[in-house]
């Protein structure tokens, strides 16, 4: 039933092409960092809705309790927004 912060990583980096992502925690609680062009354009609620698309069935499970997000295009990572 637990999940590492790799398979995560795994899973969000097979959807979303061209990204960044860095994973951390355990004991079902996780912090996501990802970087990706996909979210340009879309508010920080559309952006979550995102990821919880790809992390649903882990969450379903049970495997991640708790996930912590910063989620940003390309372009606001390099302004430092």
């Known amino acids: 039933m637990a999940i590492t912060t790799t398979t995560i990583a795994d899973l969000l980096i097979a959807v979303l092409d061209d990204s960044q992502v ?29 990821i919880y698309r790809i992390l649903n069935e882990h969450i379903a499970s049970g495997a991640i309790h708790a996930v912590n997000m910063t989620l940003k295009t390309p372009e606001e990572m390099n302004s430092g927004s």
């Open 22 to 50: 860095e994973v951390q925690g355990d004991g079902g609680k996780y912090q996501v960092f990802v970087t990706a062009q996909i979210f340009v354009g879309l508010n920080r609620v559309k952006r979550q809705q995102v």
